[in-house]
């Protein structure tokens, strides 16, 4: 496995295993975050993924219109960067490779797609890789803490 580190100047991330889970995503709440059509979104083991100063982050709900939902942003309090996903049940940690610190060119390819369907209003992708209207059919989520 690639060496798989993120983060910024401040706090920085470091990945112990790869990904349970890599694809890239076409759900509302991905573009609204990051302003991108799709976006290319891992899943790791919650205690794969290691944080260096979880005391400089800042939480805030990933999902506007599900503020007490499991997901929070995690920005760096001293320069604003998105760090990583945080899952308040202890099950997954996310990263955004392009968006996140990592170096994306070397990260793991995303497998499949995730969270399409024809009202997005663009062509379903024709990239090879498998198209879900969820998460991978055999994903299962990890136990939380």
């Known amino acids: 496995m690639a060496e798989l580190n993120g983060g910024c100047a401040h706090v920085h991330t470091h990945a112990k295993a790869g990904p349970i889970d890599n694809h890239v995503c076409h759900c509302n709440v991905c573009k609204g975050v990051t302003g991108q ?24 709900p990933f999902n506007k219109d599900n503020p007490d939902g499991p997901l929070e942003i995690c920005l760096c309090t001293d320069c604003g960067v998105a760090i990583m996903l945080d899952d308040k049940q202890h099950r997954i940690r996310v990263a955004v ?3 996140m610190g990592y170096d994306d060119a070397n990260f793991p390819k995303a497998t499949y797609h995730a969270f399409y369907d024809t009202s997005k209003g663009y062509a379903k992708p024709d990239d090879g890789r498998p198209v879900y209207e969820g998460l991978r059919p055999d994903f299962v989520w990890p136990k939380g803490a």
Do not use: W
């Open 37 to 60: 059509q799709t976006t290319h979104v891992a899943f790791f083991n919650y205690a794969d993924l290691e944080v260096d100063h979880p005391e400089k982050l800042k939480r805030v």
């Open 97 to 99: 490779p392009n968006v």
